[in-house]
């Protein structure tokens, strides 16, 4: 039954959520993203011993527009404190996933895919879960893993960060991954980074509103309201016949038709 469910499972339809806190459950989920449309089926992977769920999940949605909707609104609510990701699933790899792909070696057998993706997840979005290699026959440990993040500012911050550092008490190394058909070229080549950069030109980004942190980079054309200065500040020159420009006005500015602009901000735009 269960296989079944995910063939039919509708990929287009279905969005990543990640960085969950632990208290978070699969009905918790559901009624948040119901918020944004009608649910077909929560997922949250859980650990096979422990039973709780490792960080992340994925939630279907009737149509791939409640989907997309979902990510406009959701991406980065805060859940129990902590800024919940939401974007398209990991099957939408064509669009997620540009290449920035990190081999994180010297593993101690203690690290887990979710340690890997609680540690490299402070660097940017990871699109897909972090693997650890493992022998396919007797499942031991290899040592080693790999972490592919959305875009390659995120895999050089945590290349420079993390590489010779100490995870679990073993100094690892972060480098980016070798291409499986590369014929020994890495990932993070100038042509990927060019790609990467065109494609995200044609890629919407989510809303930002509830974002824990502003950037500070302000939004195109739209320049920040100045404060005004304190009427004791203000000065103008004793010339005969001089008046005073009013004050200017408490509202928001107007529009092009002469209305005031509804939602204007009180803060500058951050993105």
């Known amino acids: 039954m269960m296989a079944h469910q995910q063939i039919e499972r509708n990929q287009e339809a279905t969005v990543y959520v990640g960085n969950l806190d632990e208290r978070c459950s699969d009905s918790l989920i559901w009624e948040l993203m119901l918020q944004a449309g009608p649910v077909v089926n929560v997922h949250l992977p859980k650990d096979r011993v422990t039973q709780s769920h490792q960080g992340y999940g994925f939630c ?48 101690d057998p203690d690290v887990d895919e979710k340690l890997l993706y609680d540690t490299f997840s402070a660097f940017g979005v990871i699109v897909q879960t972090p693997k650890i290699a493992r022998d396919p026959e007797t499942g031991s440990f290899k040592g080693f893993g790999f972490v592919s993040f959305d875009n390659f500012e995120s895999a050089d911050a945590a290349v420079d960060a993390m590489d010779n550092q100490y995870l679990m008490n073993k100094q690892i190394s972060a480098s980016y991954a070798f291409k499986k058909d590369g014929r020994g070229e890495r990932h993070g080549s100038a042509a990927e980074r060019l790609l990467a950069s065109e494609g995200r030109k044609n890629v919407q980004m989510p809303n930002r509103l509830f974002a824990g942190a502003a950037s500070a980079v302000s939004a195109p054309n739209v320049p920040p309201p100045f404060p005004p200065a304190p009427q004791s500040m203000m000065t103008y020159p004793a010339a005969p016949g001089f008046r005073p420009p009013p004050p200017p006005p408490s509202g928001p500015p107007p529009n092009a038709y002469g209305r005031p602009s509804i939602g204007y901000p009180t803060q500058p735009y951050a993105w």
Do not use: C, H, W
């Open 60 to 107: 279907e949605f009737l149509t791939e527009e409640d989907a997309d909707y979902a990510i406009k609104i959701m991406n980065q609510i805060r859940l129990y404190g902590k800024p919940i990701r939401v974007n398209k699933a990991t099957s939408d790899k064509k669009n997620l996933d540009v290449g920035a792909t990190l081999f994180i070696g010297n593993l």
